[in-house]
């Protein structure tokens, strides 16, 4: 395990935090709250805004005109954060009655990439890619669509099934997008019924590549996030001081600090008594930094 210093970061708890932003011309933290329907950005004095929406938001990307790109559940949205108006680019490419949008992330060319969720947890959610006005589905057969990244060459790119306690690794093609050659690259042990919380590693989540081309893995319920090296070998794994974690995101002036996202929906009541921070983002400074944020084309 670790010494490092976890911190809270904003101390106003979040229903299911999700896809932490760095925006490195305002200094801030960008994330969304999908339970609450809601876009929040954190500055560094710790003050909190937000964004009420009309549909749960999956994840969030910087525009390339300014704003944020939302995925929602009814379709791909622009967020003019300054006037706090949207309007919609895309209709969702599915049924918004049994899926809605989940993780999502820019490529270096801004093609945005986001994955599904199946509400019925069954293993009909997908990957899609937004360019050029539209989207095309890049990628099936999966539950819980989650942990998009890439290797610092952009040879890489990571894509997580949540519920199959699974991480692929694609063959990426910067200048054109597409991906081949689908393989596992980490698997993690399941839960097994009657297994206490204590000894359960939990579940990939969100993710993020630093700057030596390791993932960093949110473990949803495991209480920890890990450090894998681009061979899927297990490098580190730092304990957390809440059960949730949901996505890693690197941020400061240096893009030394990981910010964590969690969760406190539907969590036990006595869990949480012990968590006072569930539901808030963490902080942790690491001696390795990360990669600022593409934007996405809208």
């Known amino acids: 395990m670790n010494e490092l210093l976890i911190e809270c970061a904003g101390a106003a708890p979040a229903r299911l935090g999700e896809s932490p932003l760095w925006c490195e011309a305002e200094q801030a933290l960008y994330y969304v709250d999908i339970a609450a329907h809601q876009v929040l950005r954190l500055a560094a004095d710790g003050a909190l805004r937000s964004w009420q929406l009309e549909a749960e938001p999956g994840c969030i990307a910087l525009a390339e005109q300014g704003g944020l790109l939302v995925a929602r559940r ?27 949008f989940n993780d999502g992330k820019p490529d270096a ?36 669509s989650n942990g998009l990244a890439w290797s610092p060459d952009q040879g890489t790119m990571y894509w997580t099934d949540t519920k199959a306690h699974e991480i692929y690794a694609f063959d990426f093609d910067p200048a054109t997008g597409a991906i081949a050659n689908r393989r596992r690259f980490a698997r993690f042990p399941a839960r097994v019924a009657g297994e206490p919380l204590e000894s359960y590693g939990g579940r990939p989540d969100g993710a993020t590549v630093d700057a030596e081309g390791c993932l960093w893995v949110a473990m949803y319920e495991g209480a920890r996030i890990v450090r894998l090296s681009p061979a899927g070998e297990l490098l580190q794994a730092v304990r957390l001081p809440v059960r949730c974690p949901t996505m890693p995101a690197f941020g400061g002036p240096d893009l030394k600090t990981l910010y964590i996202t969690t969760a406190r929906d539907g969590r036990p009541t006595d869990e949480l ?5 569930a539901g808030c983002v963490l902080k942790v400074q690491l001696p390795v930094c990360g990669f600022a944020p593409r934007p996405a084309r809208g």
């Open 74 to 100: 009814d379709g791909l949205w622009h967020l003019d954060t300054a006037t706090g108006g949207s309007r919609q680019l895309g209709a969702p490419p599915f049924d918004p009655a049994k899926q809605r």
């Open 109 to 144: 060319a801004g093609r945005f990439w986001i994955g599904t969720i199946d509400d019925a947890r069954q293993p009909e959610a997908a990957l899609y890619r937004w360019a050029d006005g539209g989207f095309q589905r890049m990628a099936e057969g999966i539950t819980n």
């Open 273 to 277: 008594a012990r968590e006072p921070f």
